[in-house]
């Protein structure tokens, strides 16, 4: 079972904010109150996985063997409404 959220009056939150992002960046959950009522949630945002360059998805992608041929570029310039 998880823990509950740390909560901070709306004073608080102002004096402490670098703390609670700390804390945020952590992966805790903060509420933030106003007059003992929660009006905000602040939440860890998602991880952003870094590509580590070029070629960093060899092995990953398959592509057919007509992948690049004229044909398909026709259809696709069709799909967009583009002259082929």
Do not use: C, Y
Not at 22 to 31: A, K, P, S
Not at 32 to 57: E, M
Request: avoid cysteine; aromatic fraction near 4%.
């Amino acid at each position: 079972m998880s823990e509950p959220a740390t909560q901070f009056n709306i004073h608080e939150a102002k004096t402490q904010l670098s703390r609670i992002i700390d804390r945020v960046e952590h992966g805790e959950t903060v509420i933030i109150s106003r007059a003992g009522h929660p009006v905000a949630q602040v939440v860890p945002l998602p991880k952003v996985q870094r590509r580590s360059g070029r070629g960093s998805l060899a092995g990953r992608l398959t592509r057919s063997v007509d992948w690049d041929s004229p044909e398909t570029n026709d259809e696709i310039a069709d799909d967009f409404g583009m002259p082929s």
